[in-house]
């Protein structure tokens, strides 16, 4: 999940920015960030809408 940490550090904004606009709590955005949780499949195409990437980014 590296590549989500990149994708929010380019476009400058914050893990609590990120998670409002998906409407979950910063502490499960970080643990998709972390590699501790896997987003499922409702979620990564809410987070690929989100920074305009495709799912398999």
């Given amino acids: 999940?590296?590549?989500?940490?990149?994708?929010?550090?380019?476009?400058?904004?914050?893990?609590?920015?990120?998670?409002?606009?998906?409407?979950?709590?910063?502490?499960?955005?970080?643990?998709?960030?972390l590699g501790k949780r896997s987003p499922n499949i409702n979620m990564l195409i809410k987070i690929s809408n989100f920074y305009k990437v495709f799912i398999d980014y």
């Fill in 1 to 33: 999940m590296k590549k989500l940490k990149e994708l929010h550090t380019m476009r400058q904004i914050t893990q609590s920015e990120v998670a409002k606009a998906l409407n979950i709590e910063r502490a499960i955005y970080s643990q998709y960030e």
